[in-house]
């Protein structure tokens, strides 16, 4: 019984005085959370991406640099032969030899890359990821800047 007593009180005089206060307080409150805070911007997204397809063989590969770099989707297209991929696909964990493509490009030109890849390439789903380049060789970037158009 002791411990409800407190419960059952009036509550001092200088609590009852602060609950408006506390009430206007809490609207303010309310009212900034629903006003979006101003904060720093977002940094604009890098202009240059790397890609990465994956390829059942060399001549994949290579017909697949060969297109994208005629097509001016890429300004370089860098072939890592014999890497080793394991995945798991339709329940199953598989593990196949296949070649990789390094592409270095714009980023504005990643979709059409991708629906390129997507339109060519022997996979049921083909593997297309892109990074952005933050930084790099200044000539170089320019270069690819200079060799894909937007």
């Known amino acids: ?23 206007l307080a809490s609207c303010a409150m309310a009212a900034a959370s629903t006003d979006p805070a ?33 097509k001016r989707l890429a300004a370089c297209v860098n072939i890592v032969p014999q890497i080793t991929s394991i995945y798991a696909w339709k329940g199953q964990i598989e593990e196949d030899s296949e070649v990789l493509l390094m592409i270095k490009t714009r980023s504005s030109r990643i979709p059409a890359l ?26 170089y970037l320019q270069w690819v800047k200079d060799t894909v158009p937007e």
């Open 114 to 139: 991708a629906e390129f890849v997507r339109s060519v390439h022997p996979y049921e789903v083909a593997e297309v990821i892109a990074v952005p380049i933050e930084q790099g060789n200044p000539p």
């Open 38 to 70: 101003p904060g720093p911007t977002p940094p604009a997204p890098a202009p240059l991406a790397a890609a990465f397809v994956s390829c059942p063989s060399r001549q994949v590969a290579t017909e697949l640099a060969r297109a994208l770099v005629e």
């Open 1 to 23: 019984m002791a411990l409800l007593l407190p419960l059952l009180l009036p509550a001092p005089s200088w609590l009852r005085a602060a609950r408006p206060f506390a009430r």
